[in-house]
């Protein structure tokens, strides 16, 4: 999952799959984006808007959801999770966006790739919001992105408005729904 990363990184992975194949460097729970990436571009393919909700109540539900960055989360939520909030994660799923490469070499990066092992191979995109929310009082999709209510945590990407204009024949995602919300990575060759 991309949705638990520090907004500046998400900016990172997005505007690097606009300008080629952004490579990563992955190791032991641990990503970052690259100033590095290989030629090459992303085809998108649509699908029937899939939304879904998930609730996760405990520390522990976090970390194994959100390996990369749960544990911050945790930190930020420990004592609220102890008296019953939860972490409340909306998804709408447009699309998928796949690289024109099946693999990438060493050779074929540029910038600065000393520590690259990982390029972005598939997105899934659409928009999300994660709030805080409370046990056993599981929101529908729209409640979540809508809710104005002041909140411990407030993360959101895109808009649930733009995904409704989301058609599976689209060539492209509508403007504001068009986040990466998971992403498949590939070794570096």
């Known amino acids: 999952m991309v949705i638990d990363w520090p907004m500046e990184m998400q900016a990172e992975l997005e505007m690097g799959m606009k300008s080629g194949i952004p490579a990563l460097h992955y190791e032991s729970g641990n990503i970052k984006v690259l100033k590095c990436s290989a030629d090459g571009n992303y085809s998108f393919t649509g699908v029937s808007r899939k939304d879904q909700v998930v609730q996760l109540a405990t520390s522990d539900e976090i970390t194994a959801n959100f390996p990369g960055f749960g544990s911050s989360l945790v930190k930020k939520l420990d ?9 409340d994660i909306a998804m709408v799923v447009i699309g998928r966006s796949s690289a024109s490469k099946s693999s990438v070499k060493k050779a074929d990066l540029k910038g600065d790739c000393t520590s690259a092992t990982h390029w972005v191979r598939r997105a899934t995109l659409g928009a999300y919001s994660m709030k805080t929310g409370s046990k056993g009082q ?30 599976p024949d689209a060539k492209s995602p509508p403007a504001q729904c068009s986040s990466a919300m998971r992403i498949e990575l590939n070794p570096v060759e």
Request: net charge positive.
């Open 138 to 167: 599981v929101k529908p999709v729209s409640d979540i992105f809508a809710q104005n209510k002041s909140t411990s945590l407030s993360v959101q990407a895109g808009s649930i408005d733009a995904c409704g204009s989301a058609s």
């Open 79 to 87: 004592v609220e999770l102890k008296k019953g909030t939860t972490l």
